[in-house]
């Protein structure tokens, strides 16, 4: 019908852009960068695994570099481009703030092609913000569509880069290169961990009880899963610890308590966190101690199907078979082919 023309017409549109890229002036770009955002984010929320999500999200790389660095764009050299993540406003800095976030998702879903070696992210320039009270308690910081910090963030992706370099390197990696991969996972874990733990203590002595608002409780909250999310990464990923480790079984443990005590029953809020739920979920395996942890997982992806976000479907199916054949998710992801992300 004429609905699938006019979908027909923008993609050749887009594809044009991208082809044409020197020729179109910033809010060109601009707007061909959003449009191509907008489809990964489409993949990732309704796709069944197979939808290439990635893919969009190398395009808009592209688009980036021509943005940023239009003379490597146009030789294509290799060398280092550097996306601002800024908390100015305008189009162009929220865009790169989006392809930020997902790109760092990207990282912790199996996804080699989230990965780039030639474009990095900044945040020092986030950090500098002159506002900030200085305290790591505070929530001046965090942004709001994300659910963390923008230091939680940057630490995501420094989990993000540990875990595709360990991935990359797999059995190639030698003795010397095998220890300084622990050293430095060993070494993030234990930062943030200690930033979480301080950044509580911090928020209990600024804000008495009834303080704040119900919805930077929830920002606590997520803010705490995505932290705890990210150890379990460099635990089982990177540092290779069984799911029976303690430091492990702890992890999901503290995730299971906040989901069920400070995430309220069918909020919106579980879809920013379905990252969250899906890799402490994938832990439970039959027959182990977090077993009877299975119903709290499984519903929390469930609430977040009626939700809308149907890929979540497909993060049950995974999970549901971590369970029953003890195998970790991103192994089932490369055995399947899936190419799921939780970034939107």
């Known amino acids: 019908g004429v609905s699938r023309l006019l979908v027909r017409e923008a993609v050749w549109e887009l ?9 179109l002036d910033d809010q060109g770009r601009e707007l061909t960068l959003a449009s191509i955002l907008m489809l990964a984010g489409y993949s990732i929320f309704f796709g069944g695994g197979r939808t290439k999500w990635s893919i ?8 980036l ?3 940023i660095a239009p003379q490597y764009y146009q030789t294509k050299k ?12 305008g189009r162009r800095f929220f865009l790169q703030r989006l392809f930020s976030y997902i790109t760092v998702m990207g990282l912790l879903s199996a996804a080699p092609l989230a990965y780039s070696d030639v474009l990095t992210i900044d945040f020092s320039t986030f950090h500098r913000n002159p506002n900030s009270t200085g305290h790591s308690g505070a929530f001046d910081n965090v942004e709001y569509y994300t659910g963390m910090e923008t ?9 993000g880069t540990l875990v595709m370099r360990c991935e990359k390197q797999g059995m190639l990696l030698s003795a010397s290169g095998e220890t300084s991969l622990l050293t430095e996972a060993i070494e993030l874990d234990y930062e943030i961990t200690r930033y979480l733990n301080q950044s509580e203590k911090e928020r209990d002595l600024l804000f008495s009880p009834g303080e704040p608002s119900e919805a930077d409780e929830l920002l606590r909250a997520t803010n705490l899963l995505f932290g705890l999310s990210a150890t379990l990464h460099l635990r089982r990923r990177v540092m290779q ?20 005590n400070r995430i ?5 809020t579980l879809c920013c966190i379905t990252f969250c739920i899906f890799t402490c979920g994938c832990e439970c395996v039959r027959g182990s101690d977090l077993e009877h942890l299975q119903p709290l997982y499984a519903g929390g992806l469930d609430q977040i199907v009626q939700l809308g976000m149907s890929s979540t479907k497909q993060a049950k199916s995974v999970m549901e078979e971590c369970w029953r054949t003890r195998n970790s998710w991103w192994e089932i992801y490369k055995q399947r082919g899936i190419d799921l992300s939780f970034g939107m």
Do not use: C, F
């Not at 594809?15 to 020729?23: F, G, I, R, S």
């Open 78 to 89: 290799q060398g280092p481009v550097i996306v601002e993540y800024s908390g100015q406003p």
């Open 15 to 23: 594809v044009d852009n991208m082809y044409n890229m020197d020729k």
């Open 241 to 260: 610890m069984p799911p029976s480790s303690q430091l492990v079984k702890e992890v999901v443990l503290r995730a299971a308590d906040i989901l069920q």
């Open 151 to 159: 230091k939680m963030l940057e630490m995501l992706m420094r989990v």
């Open 56 to 63: 969009h999200l190398s395009g808009a790389r592209d688009i």
């Open 264 to 268: 309220p029953i069918g909020s919106t």
């Open 65 to 67: 570099k021509s943005m």
